[in-house]
């Protein structure tokens, strides 16, 4: 079984984000600060696109870590990912 990791570095999050072609995003009328979200392909009508600045804004004050998975059991580049309490 692959695992999962966690991180709480900037870089290497935007990194995985990027490489997954997905965009950074919060729940629709959150309000200020909101539920972060990652958006890939096609974009999602219940999601707020946002800056990487607003992002990583709302990571450190919600005090979040992010937990994802590299690659798939059979190799597949994975989407994995979930923000948690660190």
Known sequence: M???????DHSRIRNWIDERDGRPAKVSGSG????????FGEPDEG????????????????????????RTDDGQISRFSKFIDR
């Open 2 to 8: 692959s695992e999962a990791e966690t991180t709480t």
């Open 32 to 39: 200020t600060g909101g539920i972060l979200r990652i958006d």
């Open 47 to 70: 999601l707020t696109p946002i800056a990487w600045e607003e992002f990583f804004e709302i990571f450190e004050k919600n005090q979040l870590a992010f937990l994802h998975q590299d």
